[in-house]
């Protein structure tokens, strides 16, 4: 009992990292319309920006702030410059863009940073861990569910409770009656995918300490957002935070009994779900 | 003009055979063409390049000539897939004429480039932890480097007991391929005679990242030490987890099978503290071959080589040395020189067992330093021990190397 404690409270630290990289895709995907290929680079290019921000200010706390801005202005870019060149054109060519984007990235970061990975501690104060009375935990992962819970609930309540937030929402229901009633459609697109960007960059941040920094570590990432969306509901933004838990939680509490399965029942929970619900857990279409 | 007849066209298949033929015979003898399979894409696509550097250093050092003949030296990329690894090397074996295949760097991939290298008559070496390529699925043309599981085993289990006598309760977490399942059947066996409990023993994928699962489980465990079998970025991925859980300083971690300097650099200092380290080689090894090669790496990359790197121009040089012994570019005849080649080579004495093809050498064993006592950022751990114990013969699977 004590161990499937520990698990899943393991699985939702975990979970709350997809849900973060799911909810800016998901974000993404429903607003532009575009499966976004390159979100594991842009979740790898916000750890390294994070681990050279350090480096040069020498705080964490600092460089977690600036990193994932760094990387929204460049999502700001790749879809002011690149994508919405590429309307017109059509939606396989915008895939296309993304998914050669993503080679890019991963190639200026070996290019930037080196082909070897790197560790990164995490800062002095949230090193080791604390007794919880049923598992030692480490400080470090308790800070990143806290951290990414109260992300998940800012963008939520930005979704909600805000008018440019309303006017996400709606975008993602109908592109075309949000353009009719005078709103500027391209703007809205430019900044989506640069809070999608954002919450990429600031999960590569979050998970630098963790799992460390290599130049593949956004392609292990997007399989799983692309699960994410999928079990939640392409482009739903209550489902992407859903499935990303559910994930995090299946695979640590499967880990517990059947170590062999623990990648497996990632795409097991989707089939199951996709079976069930075509549409996903939350999803309308 | 006359009608032409079956004996002008005989005449002329006759002429056309005397100088294609031939043309195309010269054009075999006119080079040797090697073939590393190494990982450019995929699990390991970190090691790949650096492999390669490996084994063109060993082909420079002869001026990439064997017996007067130039060599072509060909890379494909085994992506770590089975599948593409087979096809790459039955494409430049065809297309190319390479009778000579090094690589790749995963046993699971590695066996069934064996059977293509059984299958089509070319030479075959590969360094790594499966046993079956010396073991169950030997024979004529596969070669092992690395040192057989037994002698890993061997050597971490034996000196990390003599200097942690009261670590007796481990938990293992073991890579579930090839590679882990025979390495773990040996660290059990010889953990035997040391009165070892092994507490748990998770297995995971090849490419796991998230060890938090596995590590909060261990931590249950409340092991004496932790033994990791499993290899580049999974063995980096863990042994950071381990430490973000606060296992490690505290209990002693023991990386079983590393590529040592590649994993190492990866991991902070603080990490590395009470880190134990079984590899196939460390680039202190003092042996003059290994210096040289160390030196000469260093000079020309900047930093010292791992396992990897060292292994390519291991093996290599080691096939070199069969055709400097059989005085001949065939492949048979290259196979039949290392079968029982005994040289002073990479890590010290090395010999090829003639019933197996296992390589029998020297494994070695070190402890990481503490932060305040590097020398410099790349001295990472102090060699303690070393071990060239054999797999014994009961534990022998190869009973019949077959014909050529």
């Known amino acids: 009992m004590t161990l499937l404690l520990g698990q899943i409270l393991n699985g ?46 020498g705080n964490f706390w600092i460089a977690l702030l600036l990193a994932p801005v760094g990387v929204a202005l460049l999502g700001l870019l790749i879809e002011y410059l690149g994508i919405r060149r590429l309307y017109a054109a059509g939606h396989d060519y915008q895939l296309l863009f993304t998914f050669g984007l993503s080679l890019i990235l991963a190639e200026s970061i070996i290019l930037v940073w080196g082909p070897v990975g790197i560790s990164q501690l995490p800062p002095p104060i949230l090193r080791g861990g604390v007794d919880l009375g049923f598992t030692f935990y480490p400080k470090y992962r308790l800070f990143v569910m806290l951290a990414a819970g109260l992300l998940i609930v800012g963008t939520w309540l930005f979704l909600e409770k805000t008018r440019y937030g309303a006017i996400m929402r709606a975008g993602i229901e109908n592109k075309e009656m949000v353009s009719l009633l005078g709103i500027d459609i391209h703007r809205l697109f430019t900044v989506a995918f640069a809070l999608g960007a954002y919450l990429a960059g600031i999960a590569g941040a979050l998970t630098a300490p963790i799992r460390g920094l290599s130049p ?23 489902g992407a935070i859903a499935a990303g838990l559910l994930i995090g939680v299946a695979q640590a509490v499967v880990a517990a009994y059947w170590t062999e399965a623990s990648v497996a029942v990632i795409y097991l929970v989707m089939a199951a779900v996709l079976v069930l619900r075509p549409q996903g857990l939350f999803g309308t279409r | 003009m006359g009608e032409l007849k079956r ?31 190494w990982p450019a894409t995929g699990a390991f696509s970190d090691v790949g390049p650096i492999l390669d550097r490996g084994m063109k250093m060993a082909l420079e050092e002869r001026d990439m000539k064997i017996k007067g003949l130039p060599v072509k030296y060909i ?69 092992q480097w690395a040192a057989s ?8 289990v034996d000196s990390f007991m003599k200097a942690n006598p009261k670590a007796k309760r481990w938990h293992l977490l ?9 390495v773990e059947k040996y660290i059990k066996e010889v953990g035997k005679s ?29 092991p004496d030490a932790v033994a990791m079998i499993n290899f580049g970025l999974d063995a980096v991925a863990g042994a950071r987890e381990i430490f973000n859980f606060g296992l490690t300083p505290k209990v002693p971690l023991i990386m079983t099978w590393s590529s040592g300097v590649e994993e190492l650099v990866q991991l902070a200092p603080e990490i590395r503290e009470n880190i134990w380290v079984g590899s196939n080689f460390y680039y202190t090894a003092d042996t003059p071959v290994a210096k040289k090669f160390v030196a000469d790496y260093q000079k020309k990359f900047g930093s010292p080589p791992g396992y990897a790197p060292s292994a390519a121009y291991g093996m290599t040089r080691m096939m070199l040395h069969a055709f400097d012994k059989a005085k001949s570019v065939e492949v048979r005849d290259v196979v039949t020189a290392l079968e029982g080649i005994e040289v002073d080579d990479l890590v010290g004495r090395m ?30 751990a102090d060699v303690i021990a070393t071990g060239d114990a054999p797999l014994p013969p009961e534990y022998a699977a190869c009973k019949d190397l077959g014909g050529f």
């Not at chain 1, 957002?225 to 933004?237: E, Y």
């Not at chain 2, 579930?176 to 025979?182: K, L």
């Not at chain 2, 409990?197 to 931590?219: C, I, T």
Request: proline share 3%.
């Open chain 2, 194 to 222: 040391h009165g070892i409990e092994f507490v748990g023993a998770d297995r995971h994928p090849l490419g796991e990242r998230e060890f938090s699962n596995y590590v909060q489980k261990a931590a249950a465990n409340r």
């Open chain 2, 351 to 380: 010999k090829v067992d003639a019933k197996t093809h296992q390589t029998l050498r020297p494994y070695f064993f070190m402890r990481c330093k503490p932060k305040s006592a590097m020398k410099h950022p790349m001295d990472f």
């Open chain 1, 216 to 238: 593949g570590m956004g392609v292990d990432m997007l399989g799983i957002a692309f699960v994410v969306v999928a079990l939640g509901g392409m482009g739903n933004i209550l």
């Open chain 1, 12 to 57: 939702i630290a975990t979970g709350m990292l997809y849900a973060l990289m799911g909810l800016g895709l998901a974000l993404i995907a429903g607003i532009l319309n575009i499966p976004n290929f390159a979100h594991g680079a842009l979740f790898a290019v916000g750890a390294y920006l994070t681990v050279s921000a350090i480096g040069a200010l």
């Open chain 2, 149 to 156: 599981p037994y002698t890993a085993a061997k050597t971490v």
């Open chain 2, 7 to 37: 004996r002008d066209i005989l005449k002329a298949g006759a002429a056309a055979a005397a100088l294609g033929f031939p043309a195309i015979i010269r054009a075999q003898q006119k080079e040797l063409v090697m073939l590393g399979i």
């Open chain 2, 75 to 143: 890379v494909r990329d085994s992506a770590t897939q089975a599948g593409a690894a087979t096809r790459r090397v039955e494409e430049a074996v065809d297309g190319e004429g390479a009778k000579f295949v090094i690589g790749p760097w995963s046993s699971g991939v590695a066996l069934a480039v064996s059977e293509v290298a059984k299958r089509k008559k070319v030479f075959h070496y590969f360094s790594g932890g499966t046993e079956d390529i010396s073991g169950a699925r030997c024979h004529r043309y596969s070669f």
């Open chain 2, 174 to 182: 073991v890579a579930d391929y090839a590679f882990g399942w025979s």
